[in-house]
Each structure stands twice: as C-alpha cells, then as structure tokens.
C-alpha cells in the first residue's frame, strides 16, 4: 500500500471516525460495527469499510471493529500517537478560546505559543500563556521546532503571518480567517469557518 | 429527483464548492471548471462533477462552469438564497467571536441574539448585541422564529442548553462543545472542533 496515494477526502473523513470512536470508548463501548459508526457520523456502513479498508484489515466479518484496536491505528496513520506542538497566531476572542480549549487533551496536539502584534495584547496572561510579540515569531517557532499553527487574525493580516509562519517552519496551518492563503507546496492549510457548517444544515430545513 | 434521497456526504461538500466559488468571484473570475475547483478544495475533478449534476446539468461539456449561475443554484439547493436568523447560546470567547464574525455577510446568516446563563455576562454588550439571560432563551427563540443556533457553552451546560433549544423549535445546531449532543428527530446537530482539522494534516507530515 502507498499511503501517498489514498485520496485527501479518505484522510479527511478519518478524524471523524476516530472522535467517534473515542466517543464511544469513554462511555466503556468496547467494540463497533461500520453500521453503528455511520449513523453516528451520517456515512454509510459501506463508504466506512471502504475508508477503513484502505489501511488494512482492522475489523472482522461479524464480530465489527474493536475499538481500542481502531483508535489505536487510526492515530499511528493520522500521526498522532505522539503530541503535536502548537502555535496560535492571533490573541483576540478565537486565540483566547484555542488557547484555553479543553479539547486538545488526548487527541494529539497542545498550544504552547500565543503571537500577536498588537503591543495592547503583547505580554497579557491567557491562563499559563503570555502572549508573545509576533515580531519575534518567526525565531522562537523555528527555534522549538513548531510545525503547527492556529492562525486566528483578521483577514487582512491573514497572509503576511502565513508568510511568516512559512518561513519560521510551519507545515500544517488551520486558517480561522475568512480569507484563501497562499502557501508554497509541501504546506497544508485548512480552512474551518462556522458558515458552511450552517450551510450544511440549512439544506434540510 | 428527489433531494431527500442525496447522501448527506455530497450535502456536506457543497457548502465547500460555493465558498471556493464565491472567492473565485471576488477576484472577477467568471467561469470555472471542475478541474480548477478540484484543485483549489483538494476533491477530485469526477466527484465534483458527480456531486453537482445529481441537481441537474449546470455546466457544460467544454466551456464548463459560469460561477454566477453555478452559485446561485447552490444557494437555492443549500436554501441559503435567503437569511437566516441565528441566536448564539455562551457569551464565551467563542460566542464573543461568533458575534464579531464578518464572515457571515451575504453567506445566508446573521446573528441576532446571544444568551448566557452567567449574571455577571447578561446584560454585557458585545458590539451592538445585549447578552440576554438564558432564563427567557426558549421564550425569546420561540417568539423570534429562530431555527438555527450555534453552541457555544462549557460540554457540562451543553446537553441541558441544547434541550431548551429544541424545545424553543431550534432546528439547525452548530456545537462548539467537546461534547455529543442527543436532540430528536428532525433536529440537525454539526459539530465543529480544531483537532479533526490538524489531524487531517498531520497525516501528511
């Protein structure tokens, strides 16, 4: 199997499963089936065997999934059995909630840097984070190693930092700004915005 | 055609192709072509096509997609060639930010209320909303009219907000809260969480 080859929408659809799964897990489920996973995830029992068989056999004919096994391979396959470093870039409303959420915990990732440049924000305390100037940035993430960033400034500033953050090292950037970036190959940007969420529901309405 | 009978997965992906199209517009592109839209949400060129003509022929064999006429039949589908009202349940930062957020214009939504149960934030202005109390929220909703929320408050208060939402007619749910939400039947639940972003990307680092 060459993992390069498996399409972007399969790799996209893993995280879905696995919080799911991990869903299940705190509530003591031991063991699943593609049929109960999709109603979970609104996928079908079908296109989740399909996904999950692209990286192995992982579940048996009658007996389902195992969860504890499941997770455990989806998180070597999305990389996440080790924790993942990251910065966030922007300390307004969205920056203060990153840095603060509780969601992070067990699931791969931990902020350990807040950047901003307004010099108003730059020292102030959100919970252990003192936010640091951006002017300094691109140093202390090439220093640490970071190669994960939360980008949560206004759409107007939204690329420059990009740049920086190219520049400083940063492979996988999650974009809260309502604005397309561009970045050079061999760095990922996802974009997440509350609107084509709604969009999604508002279709059944 | 029957539009119940169209998987909720290519429901999911529409909103995608129309923020890409939109963005397109912005910059005075006229037409476009599944290959260019494939490239820039990363879905290929066939299931671009697929997903759009399960609504009908809205391209053309060679000259392709006119963005205009594209967006505004992807509007109508995602019933979203109207606005909706929205009421924000948690003055937290993410609500704060939600209240704040430019992204909404002419994308179908507009935020016109934000509850909290805290009596130290009810009555706080953010921009021009007051924080009402979440004591008159099924009350306020009901009279309003309003179908769609987004959920904002700590997983503990979740389940309990999201049942006065239900009860207050809310259909559409947009769930910020590390946390599954049980609602009924005929109520949409989206859940929206940065860690199912970064590990889509991890999986490429």
Chains 1, 2 share one sequence.
Do not use: C
């Not at 396959?77 to 870039?89: G, M, Q, S, T």
């Not at 915990?105 to 924000?121: H, L």
């Amino acid at each position: 199997m060459n993992a390069n080859k498996i399409p972007d929408i399969i790799i996209g659809r893993l995280p879905i499963y696995l919080r799911a799964l991990q869903r299940m897990a705190e509530k003591g489920v031991q063991t699943t089936s593609s049929q109960e996973l999709g109603e979970r995830v609104g996928i079908s029992a079908a296109q989740i065997r399909k996904d999950i068989s692209q990286f192995g056999e992982f579940g048996k004919q009658g007996t389902g999934y195992r969860i504890s096994f499941l997770t455990d391979k989806l998180r070597e396959i999305l990389k996440i059995d080790r924790i993942w470093d990251v910065a966030v870039v922007g300390a307004g409303d969205v920056g203060h909630a990153l840095a603060r959420y509780q969601g992070f915990v067990d699931r791969g990732f931990r902020v350990v840097m807040v950047f901003d440049n307004d010099q108003a924000k730059v020292g102030q305390k959100i919970d252990e984070f003192i936010v640091k100037d951006t002017s300094v940035m691109v140093e202390e993430i090439r220093k640490a190693g970071i190669q994960v960033a939360m980008l949560t400034v206004p759409a107007t500033a939204a690329q420059e930092a990009t740049d920086m953050l190219v520049k400083a090292g940063v492979k996988a950037i999650l974009n809260y700004a309502p604005i397309s970036l561009n970045v050079p190959e061999g760095v990922h940007v996802q974009h997440t915005d509350p609107v084509t969420h709604l969009q999604r529901m508002t279709y059944y309405l």
